[in-house]
Nanobody
Framework: QVQLVESGGGLVQTGGSLRLSCAAS????????MGWFRQAPGKEREFVST???????FNRASVKERFTISRDNAKNTVYLQMNNLKPEDTAVYYC????????????????WGQGMQVTVSS
């Protein structure tokens, strides 16, 4: 069983930056594809970014030039560097893990973190 613990969320002004971290335990981290999702109030949980076990990445279009996903397999941690944040980025952000290839579909992910709030003030 894989446990995921997110950190790094909080309140930031428009144009600011945050770095989210997700520490994994209980599994072979280096074999998992990792993803970040977010859910704003009243909306569906949506895909943000994903990274394969060997570093291939894919982002949703609205964050492509602003967010960067990375991983450190030695530390069992995945990161999401978020720059030039906008109020529409406000949401609860979730880390997720799945066996196999990267995916943008939340139903493909086997394990989820508890989520953490990111609020961007205007």
């Amino acid at each position: 069983q894989v446990q995921l613990v997110e950190s790094g969320g909080g309140l930031v002004q428009t144009g600011g930056s945050l770095r989210l971290s997700c520490a994994a335990s209980g599994g072979t981290f280096s074999t998992y594809a990792m993803g970040w999702f977010r859910q704003a109030p009243g909306k569906e949980r949506e895909f943000v970014s994903t990274i394969s076990w060997n570093g291939n990445t894919f982002n949703r279009a609205s964050v492509k030039e602003r967010f960067t996903i990375s991983r450190d397999n030695a530390k069992n941690t995945v990161y999401l560097q978020m720059n030039n944040l906008k109020p529409e980025d406000t949401a609860v952000y979730y880390c997720a893990a799945r066996r196999g290839l990267i995916s943008t579909n939340r139903v493909d992910y086997d394990y989820w973190g508890q989520g953490m709030q990111v609020t961007v003030s205007s």
